[in-house]
């Protein structure tokens, strides 16, 4: 199951006796488990039925055990296991999950890691009817503006396409920063409001003029002065700003482009073009315009030239460099 079909599951009242969450990106984890601790039981049956066990603390025979037991005064009881990734006899889960209580929401926050399902206890988990199983992946970074837009939606909330974009580039991958961010912003907003690209500079010190996601602009667009304004201002901020992430971005937009080439013909539709090489729809005129500009064999020379400047950027074949100056001379180098 999804995150979405779970989360629609829970917050209907349709519950299963356990549920196993895994996974190298936590926040989809935290959101679930809240769900359950916060929208099963009152307030009043918390006090008795709600128990939180923590994996540093406990052994699986202690939390099988505790979810045996019958709730108080209550419909259910729910038994929340943080941390579960640190229990060690993980394996006496097996003889509960065959008789389970079905009095009992068990809930397993597995975090930070994908589990072996070549072992039978997880193995176990995967296909039990009483089990809902999700393992939550972390987003690449080209989807993190999209999972933006769709989180500022969910809070009733506007965000403008180059906010999610420089939200994105400085916050990376790393959904509880960027969810934490964005709910702070949201409390400036007026009911139904936008976070716009002004907003996130006046407010999170990240600037609307000098970013990756502008170089990029001016790098597709042709401004010369402008992409020359942007690397003097990295040069001066290099913390803030490191090459590394600048050829990552450059990288990603100029191999899409050169995919884009390839596949303009075969998939005229920009909708699909967009799902294609991942990315907004809202983006896809940078692509087009893009593609006027540089050649599908451009955009090969290109992605050597990042590569070069990858690993000049970490000492290969450099003489002794700045980034700045390595970043200088790459902008150069692809725009000429």
């Known amino acids: 199951m999804t995150f979405e079909e779970i989360r629609k599951e829970i917050k209907a009242g349709r519950y299963k006796p356990v549920y196993f969450f895994c996974g190298e990106e936590p926040f989809f984890i935290d ?11 009152t307030e009043e049956e918390k006090a008795f039925n709600l128990t939180v066990i923590y994996g540093n603390d406990t052994t699986m025979s202690t939390v099988a055990d505790t979810a045996r037991r019958f709730p108080m005064m209550a419909e259910r009881q729910v038994v929340i296991v943080r941390e579960a990734q640190n229990i060690k006899d993980f394996d006496n889960l097996l003889p509960y999950l065959d008789h389970v209580q079905p009095s009992t929401i068990l809930v397993l926050a597995y975090k930070n890691k994908k589990p072996d399902k070549r072992k039978g206890m997880f193995r176990k988990l995967g296909n039990s009817g009483d089990c809902v199983y999700f393992e939550s992946a972390k987003l690449y970074d080209n989807k993190v503006p999209e999972w933006i837009i769709g989180y500022c939606k969910e809070k009733s909330y506007g965000i403008t396409t180059k906010a999610a974009g420089m939200l994105a580039e400085s916050l990376g991958t790393d959904l509880s920063r960027v969810a934490n961010e964005i709910d702070k912003l949201g409390l400036l907003l007026p009911k139904g409001g936008e976070i716009t690209e002004t907003l996130v500079e006046e407010h999170t010190g990240i600037s609307k003029d000098f970013n990756s996601f502008e170089l990029l ?115 150069f180098k692809i725009m000429h």
């Open 31 to 41: 959101r679930l488990t809240a769900l359950l601790e916060n929208g099963v039981l």
């Open 217 to 331: 602009n001016a790098i597709v667009y042709r401004d010369f002065l402008k992409a020359n304004r942007i690397v003097n201002y990295f040069e001066a901020n290099p913390k803030n700003n490191p090459i590394v992430l600048t050829i990552t971005a450059l990288f990603r937009y100029f191999l899409n482009l050169l995919t884009y080439h390839y596949q303009k013909k075969s998939t005229p539709n920009v909708q699909e073009m967009a799902k294609l090489l991942g990315v907004h729809p809202f983006f896809m005129k940078d692509y087009t315009d893009g593609a006027r500009v540089y050649t599908a064999m451009k955009c090969a020379q290109v992605i050597s030239l990042l590569r070069e400047y990858d690993l000049k950027s970490k000492g290969v074949g450099n003489a002794g460099s700045s980034d700045g100056e390595l970043l200088k001379e790459l902008v």
